[in-house]
């Protein structure tokens, strides 16, 4: 008589095999989307959409539209345990941040993704292989990616295909956003964007906190989005500029008819 026996889901190594698995599908899909810009020559945006939308439905597929719980306490600490008094995502997204910051502030590496985003054929004449460059960047993002995954389905103890990361996509663009890096590409901070996700944070938690709904709080996020893009905008800064001095608006200047020479 066989016995199917069932791994135990409070084991480490399953754990560990489980977070190995989910980590090496991220980075295919990054590289999914890094073939798609970098060498099809699709729009970023684009493709990000393609691989949101058909994630949910694989996801979906696999989970077979069910909600699985998670009874793993090694996992489920990665978003509930504490270590130091503090919550342990803390460190983790702190040790992640760190990561990106030795590789991007302390090598060459943070100029040439900057050169790349902000004119990646100029780029590319100079000297950089400006395809591998934004390959490179969709695979790290991925990897990024799914570490938000694993702490934000352990901190609800389930994952959910539908709902699990639903508009959290507009809260990474504000956080950058508010950071100070410019959604037409080139520099970015990561110091700020840490910033802006607090902010983002500290504004979610203060709309749960005078009772509005929470779907409420994404009218909040979008006039948010929409004034950051407006500061950042040079045009309107100018014009902030012009009506806070009191100087009117530039008028064209008709030419003056030519002098008449002297024969």
């Known amino acids: 008589m066989y016995i199917s026996k069932q791994p135990d889901q409070n084991s480490l190594g399953v754990v ?40 949910r439905g694989l996801a979906q597929l696999v989970t077979e539209g069910q909600i699985i719980t998670i009874n793993s306490e090694p996992y489920r600490a990665i978003g509930l345990g504490h270590a130091l008094t503090l919550p342990l995502a803390i460190f983790i997204a702190l040790a992640a941040a760190l990561l990106v910051a030795a590789f991007t502030r302390r090598t060459a590496l943070g100029m040439i993704v900057e050169s790349v985003g902000g004119n990646s054929e100029a780029s590319r004449l100079a000297g950089i292989r400006s395809g591998r460059v934004v390959f490179l960047v969709y695979v790290v993002s991925a990897a990024c990616a799914a570490v938000a995954g694993f702490m934000m389905t352990a901190n609800v103890s389930s994952a959910d295909g539908n709902a699990a990361g639903l508009w959290v996509e507009l809260d990474a663009i504000l956080a950058v956003v508010i950071g100070g890096t410019s959604l037409a590409g080139g520099r970015f901070f990561l110091s700020g964007t840490i910033i802006g996700a607090l902010i983002i944070q500290t504004l979610t938690t203060t709309v749960y906190a005078m009772n509005i709904s929470p779907q409420t709080s994404l009218l909040f996020k979008a006039v948010v989005v929409i004034a950051v893009c407006l500061i950042q905008a040079p045009a309107f800064r ?23 020479v002297p024969a």
């Open 16 to 55: 560990l095999t489980a977070l190995a698995m989910a980590m090496g599908v991220s980075l295919v899909l990054g590289a999914w989307n890094g073939v798609l810009v970098a060498v099809i020559g699709i729009q970023p945006i684009i493709a990000t959409l393609i691989l949101m939308v058909a994630g």
């Open 238 to 260: 100018a014009r902030f500029r012009r009506r806070r001095r009191g100087t009117p608006p530039p008028v064209a200047i008709a030419d003056k008819p030519k002098e008449q």
